[in-house]
């Protein structure tokens, strides 16, 4: 008995500091909902929204003891709703075909693919033959072969001889969904072009915001070229096609590539830095400085800043997450609030989740989140314990010291299971670059964005080359390091949530029974300890085949299925490239499975035995019937990436279909 009441104590004492479970809750409804096996239909959610619409009546007229624990499932029916009102919001065709052909579409993108290709994404698509009802949206090309005979420019009217295809589905069961990915960014259809791309028509009207983007990504880069005019173009505008892979790749190994993408840190940095101007130059005039609240003025002029900066970036959903979180800071500080609060970060997480509930799932909004509440929580400690941070010269160092080790230590397991990979020197190429970017370099980009309608920016880059070439010089040393990039194979579905929920109980549970937070944290992790990775893995057209031995994953081609290739490594935890994984096909398979792996039409045509084979995959729709197991393109097709596991009992045999389920974004 004394046992309850202390536990009801417990929870009593939580009244007052409920609200960051809000977010919590919702993203609970939102995880539900992209988990499911089948899309709801008009009768679940009407079910939903009566459940939550009684919850949250039940939660207004129970005691303080009850309603919270209405009010959270109310969250939860509404984080599921809101998800699906997105998903079916953004609903549009899809190419359900391959397709070789003309396409006509407006340039309203350009990037880079993971293969260093300019990369376009066109909208007001035309395809030959193809009726407007099931033209998508929205395709993306990559630029192969020769072109250079039309430059890029946003609004213009292009077009090509392309090969397009649907998004594809994940490379394996239960790994990164493409084609959900591009349902939200209503993308219908990828593909490549080889020939060149040819101007249609001048650029339309409107647009005025990303042409402004570009037209300052093309300034910055022809004052500063090279990779460190890529870099300055990357953090001003969002535009990343001047970096080559190379330097990504060493950004990646030393973990600064937080550093190129505009996200919390470049929005912290830049609002910071002018609300700092702001409030130093109110406080220089004593006549102002005395009269006006010049604290909340300097937040005011920092906010229109903030909303230039995203909207000139790109507007991306990792820029938007980031103004939301700094424009509730700036408006805490107006109403005599606490700035950096869990509280903050709070309203921040519930208004990002109902304009983008499926921001969740990405990498972006749980690294921001988890590093942004760590700090919050951090700092907040040591501040309520009185802890001083060393000698007053020393303690910017020190917070830069533990703000790096912080957020470097919550985000690690979520850049570790989405990338499969740890940066071992990552602490220290951030300590010798994160000062920087603060100090020089984003004060040089806004200088310079003051400057460049007087034509008078050329000072205020140079200084900010100067920054970023140090931070891509520490990058390229840190990156060849002996070491400096482990791997680690990919963690099992609950892992993330379970060390999610954890955490999160950690930090935002108050008083001692908080550390149970540690059970699930320690949960999650002896189970990604105990991760077993597929002993054969099948792709979704029959193009490639990897089979588990001793040596690692070997595969069935040395070329070709490349992202296929990248991606079942990676998930292994092997540093391996493809070439060298081709070399171990020559191993026995495991549990003496003997598998084959065919490829072309005369395979397809000539092939009317199994040879003592268990299992034989085809590129091709064989022509005879075989006594074997035959995996080919058609059943591959509905079934998705097949995964086999070999078990004492057998083969078991799962596919990507059975663990995406159908869904709005694959059911075409």
């Not at 939301?324 to 700036?330: H, I, P, R, S």
């Not at 482990?486 to 379970?498: A, D, K, N």
């Amino acid at each position: 008995m004394a046992l309850w009441q202390h536990a009801w104590a417990a929870w009593l004492n939580q009244r007052g500091h409920l609200f960051p479970w809000v977010p919590v809750c919702l993203g609970c409804g939102v995880g539900i909902y992209f988990a499911l096996r089948a899309e709801p239909g008009a009768g679940a959610y009407l079910g939903l929204v009566v459940a939550g619409v009684l919850c949250a009546v039940l939660a207004g007229r129970l005691g303080p003891g009850l309603s919270p624990l209405f009010w959270a499932g109310a969250m939860v029916a509404t984080g599921l709703c809101i998800a699906g009102a997105r998903a079916h919001h953004l609903s549009g065709p899809v190419l359900g075909w391959r397709y070789y052909g003309p396409v006509e579409g407006r340039i309203v993108g350009i990037d880079r693919s993971g293969s260093d290709a300019l990369r376009l994404t066109l909208d007001r698509v035309r395809l030959h033959e193809v009726s407007p009802e099931k033209t998508p949206a929205r395709v993306r090309v990559s630029l192969h072969g020769m072109q250079g005979f039309v430059v890029p420019r946003p609004g213009l009217r292009v077009m090509m001889t392309a090969h397009l295809s649907p998004p594809g589905g994940p490379v394996e069961p239960g790994g990164f969904d493409f084609q959900r990915h591009a349902w939200f960014l209503r993308l219908g259809a990828v593909g490549y072009t080889r020939t060149p791309v040819l101007t249609l028509a001048p650029p339309e009207a409107g647009q005025g915001m990303f042409r402004a983007r570009m037209a300052l990504s093309a300034r910055v880069q022809a004052a500063l070229p090279g990779e460190t005019g890529g870099f300055a173009a990357a953090i001003m505008t969002g535009d990343r096609s001047g970096i080559g892979q190379d330097t990504l790749e060493a950004l990646r190994v030393s973990n600064l590539a937080h550093l190129l993408a505009i996200s919390g840190l470049h929005m912290g940095l830049l609002a910071g830095f002018v609300f700092a101007a702001f409030r130093l130059g109110f406080a220089a005039v004593p006549v102002v400085g005395l009269r006006v609240p010049a604290k909340k003025l300097a937040a005011l002029m920092a906010l229109p800043v903030a909303a230039a900066y995203l909207g000139l970036s790109g507007g991306s959903v990792a820029t938007e997450r980031a103004f939301v979180m700094v424009a509730v800071a700036l408006l805490a500080v107006m109403s005599d609030r606490r700035a950096l609060s869990l509280r903050a970060v709070a309203v921040a997480a519930v208004i990002v989740l109902v304009l983008r509930p499926e921001a969740l799932l990405g990498p972006g909004f749980q690294m921001s989140f988890a590093a942004t509440t760590a700090l919050v929580a951090v700092f907040g400690w040591l501040r309520d314990a009185a802890v001083p941070p060393g000698p007053r010269w020393l303690r910017p160092a020190v917070a830069v010291v533990i703000s790096s080790a912080v957020a470097g230590l919550a985000t690690a397991p979520v850049a570790a299971a989405h990338f499969n990979q740890i940066a071992h020197y990552g602490l220290l190429a951030n300590l010798l670059s994160v000062p920087l970017m603060g100090v020089l370099v984003m004060p040089a980009a806004v200088l310079a964005a003051c400057l460049l309608p007087f034509g008078l920016e050329g000072v205020a880059l140079w200084v900010m080359g100067q920054g970023l070439g140090w931070i891509l010089g520490v990058a390229h040393w840190v990156a060849t390091l002996e070491g400096a990039r482990g791997t680690v194979v990919s963690p099992t579905p609950m892992v993330l949530p379970l060390m999610a929920m954890g955490a999160l109980f950690l930090v935002l549970w108050q008083g001692r029974a908080r550390l149970a937070g540690l059970v699930p944290i320690l949960l999650a992790a002896l189970l990604w300890a105990q991760s077993e990775r597929p002993d054969v893995l099948i792709s979704d057209n029959g193009a490639l085949v990897g089979v588990m031995t001793s040596q690692g994953r070997a595969l069935s081609r040395a070329r070709g299925a490349g992202f296929v290739a990248m991606n079942w490594l990676e998930n292994d935890g092997d540093g391996a490239v493809q070439e060298s994984a081709a070399s171990r096909w020559r191993d026995p398979p495991p549990g003496g499975l003997r598998i084959l792996a065919l490829r072309g039409k005369r395979a397809a045509r000539g092939t009317t035995d199994c040879n003592g084979h268990d299992w034989i995959v085809f590129d091709r729709t064989p022509e005879h019937k075989l006594p074997c197991t035959v995996f080919e393109p058609r059943m591959l097709r509905r079934s998705g990436a097949v995964a086999l596991h070999v078990t004492a009992e057998g083969v078991k045999t799962v596919t990507a279909r059975q663990i995406t389920g159908t869904r709005l974004w694959n059911a075409q």
